[in-house]
């Protein structure tokens, strides 16, 4: 689970596909010049009114999680699955993110039964102090409870 905003803390306009499908202008924002050389991409993208965007394919391998470790397991972008929310650290996630994010993590488990609530890790646990994302802003224990609901409710 990561989190991204381009320009920082701007919401809703094209720079995050831009920047995934590598066509940002550089000369629209300054901060842009900051990321220029980056190649970055992510499996999915949910933005903050709950539209669920894919640019990577799930069997496909996404440039998303940078230099990371899970589970004894170096290099996350190799076996994971990217699903970037439009935000930033400190500001709360919507309620359509909530629920589209609870929707798609339930279809990604139910398709690979070996990936359970327990594998649902943010950016910051597979790259710490590197990385913060999804941040302090994130309520963890409500999508745990989602799909615990979920989960429940299928046995």
Same mark, same amino acid.
């Given at each position: 689970?990561?989190?991204?905003?381009?320009?920082?803390?701007?919401?809703?306009?094209?720079?995050?596909?831009?920047?995934?499908?590598?066509?940002?202008?550089?000369?629209?924002?300054?901060?842009?010049?900051?990321?220029?050389?980056?190649?970055?991409?992510?499996?999915?993208?949910?933005?903050?009114?709950?539209?669920?965007? +894919?640019?990577?394919?799930?069997?496909?391998?996404?440039?998303?999680?940078?230099?990371?470790?899970?589970?004894? +397991?170096?290099?996350?972008?190799?076996?994971?699955?990217?699903?970037?929310?439009?935000?930033?650290d400190d500001v709360p996630y919507t309620e359509d993110?909530? +629920?589209?994010?609870?929707?798609?993590? +339930?279809?990604?488990?139910?398709?690979?039964?070996?990936?359970?609530?327990?594998?649902?890790?943010?950016?910051?646990?597979?790259?710490?102090?590197?990385?913060?994302?999804?941040?302090?802003?994130?309520d963890w224990s409500r999508l745990h409870q989602s799909?615990?609901?979920?989960?429940?409710?299928?046995?």
């Amino acid at each position: 689970m990561h989190c991204i905003s381009l320009p920082p803390g701007q919401f809703g306009g094209p720079e995050i596909e831009d920047f995934f499908c590598n066509r940002l202008d550089i000369k629209a924002h300054p901060y842009f010049q900051t990321i220029a050389t980056m190649t970055v991409s992510a499996h999915l993208l949910i933005r903050r009114d709950g539209t669920l965007m +894919q640019f990577v394919s799930l069997l496909d391998r996404a440039w998303h999680a940078g230099r990371s470790r899970f589970c004894g +397991q170096d290099e996350c972008n190799d076996f994971s699955i990217g699903i970037e929310l439009e935000g930033s650290d400190d500001v709360p996630y919507t309620e359509d993110q909530y +629920q589209a994010l609870s929707a798609v993590c +339930q279809q990604i488990m139910a398709a690979w039964p070996e990936i359970g609530v327990d594998e649902i890790t943010g950016h910051s646990d597979i790259a710490p102090g590197r990385k913060t994302d999804p941040g302090p802003a994130f309520d963890w224990s409500r999508l745990h409870q989602s799909l615990a609901k979920s989960t429940k409710d299928r046995l």
